[in-house]
């Protein structure tokens, strides 16, 4: 039994070159439980376990150019197909293709801008270019200076989790949520499904996923409120908090808005912030984002100022509107009573919304 436990010395080719130093202010986590007799053996045992590991797991160099891969196990090259040589000084994303979520991307850049955790589920493709759906998890190593060094990444392939999750989701959400609360936001979420377009089905789902999950946060929201008046700012940061990079700021003074609005005023904000980071301001790395607002009107009304700055080109609208401008448009205007007016610069986009308040509240009870 001792042979199978046995940690295998390198090969030729697996051998650390001489010049390879480690970093001297690294310090690797602490074993959550080591025996006496496992702890003088821990950095072998570690390095054994991340090559054994059924988890597929990557180690990419923070401060080297566009952040590629040093360290990657043999769960990693099984599950992409790639070699070692064909995977080791790349970034990452050569894994995605067409069908990969923009906003999934997105997501993942602003986790990298403010070196912080991240979960993200991405569509990535095998060298044989097979899609697999992959539950990524993503973590900053530093070192005892707080000094970003390395990203770790581990990877778990969801693809027929995903697919009994998505009809067990649907069914759960038709028992548990059909009764007068939901009449509503199902209607809008009928609209999303039939309405929204893309070029394959992978990006549809995406599409319609994450406006349903929008509306899914706004939901868990209403419920934490006890479905009362809930603050303009929460909703609004609820929804850009997994795009702001710490480049969006949001100043404004407390407007409560009313419980039935709340949900229609999320997609609002989802969309605005989506398009902001795939196409606008926040999608490039010199971009800010600045939220602002005041109270206006009756209870529940405001006026609200989007502004988007910092972009490389200028700004020129679009020609056809997609779904979610007219979604946005849709739900400030009719559902709302709202007006919303945009303005493309030279720096980038200027948004201006006006919500009457009262009117807003009676539109909404009655649609």
Not at 89 to 118: D, K, M, Y
Not at 169 to 190: F, G, I, P, Q, T
Not at 201 to 230: I, N, T
């Amino acid at each position: 039994m001792a042979d199978l436990y046995q940690v295998s010395p390198l090969s030729s080719e697996q051998r650390v070159p001489d010049h390879a130093k480690s970093s001297s202010a690294l310090h690797g986590d602490p074993p959550a439980a080591a025996a006496t007799t496992a702890w003088a053996d821990r950095k072998e045992l570690a390095s054994a376990a991340f090559e054994r590991t059924r988890m597929p797991i990557v180690i990419t160099d923070a401060r080297q150019a566009d952040n590629p891969i040093v360290l990657a196990n043999r769960a990693f090259l099984d599950l992409t197909g790639f070699t070692s040589d064909e995977v080791l000084g790349r970034n990452c994303r050569f894994l995605q293709g067409e069908g990969t979520s923009p906003t999934a991307v997105a997501e993942i850049r602003a986790a990298i801008e403010r070196q912080r955790e991240a979960n993200v589920e991405i569509l990535n493709f095998r060298k044989d270019g097979s899609p697999f759906w992959n539950q990524l998890h993503l973590s900053p190593i530093k070192d005892d200076e707080g000094g970003l060094l390395y990203y770790f990444a581990s990877q778990i392939d969801v693809t027929k989790h995903r697919m009994i999750q998505s009809l067990e989701a649907s069914e759960h959400r038709l028992l548990m949520e059909v009764d007068h609360r939901a009449k509503n936001v199902l209607a809008v979420v009928d609209g999303i499904v039939r309405l929204s377009k893309a070029d394959s089905a992978p990006l549809y789902a995406a599409a319609v996923q994450r406006r349903v999950q929008a509306l899914a946060v706004a939901h868990a929201l209403l419920a934490e409120r006890g479905w009362r008046d809930v603050p303009l700012d929460e909703i609004v940061s609820r929804q850009v908090a997994h795009f702001a990079s710490g480049r969006t700021a949001m100043t404004g003074p407390e407007v409560l808005i009313p419980a039935v609005v709340v949900q229609p005023l999320a997609l609002v904000a989802h969309e605005l912030i989506v398009n902001a980071a795939t196409h606008g301001a926040l999608a490039q790395d010199t971009g800010r984002l600045q939220v602002s607002w005041q109270a206006a009107g009756h209870h529940g009304g405001f006026y609200l100022r989007w502004e988007e700055s910092g972009r490389r080109k200028a700004g020129s609208p679009p020609g056809e509107p997609g779904f979610g401008t007219t979604m946005v448009n849709a739900i400030v205007q009719k559902q709302l009573q709202g007006e919303i007016l945009r303005d493309w610069t030279s720096d980038g986009l200027k948004i201006n919304i006006s919500i009457p308040g009262t009117a807003a509240l009676s539109t909404a009870k009655g649609a």
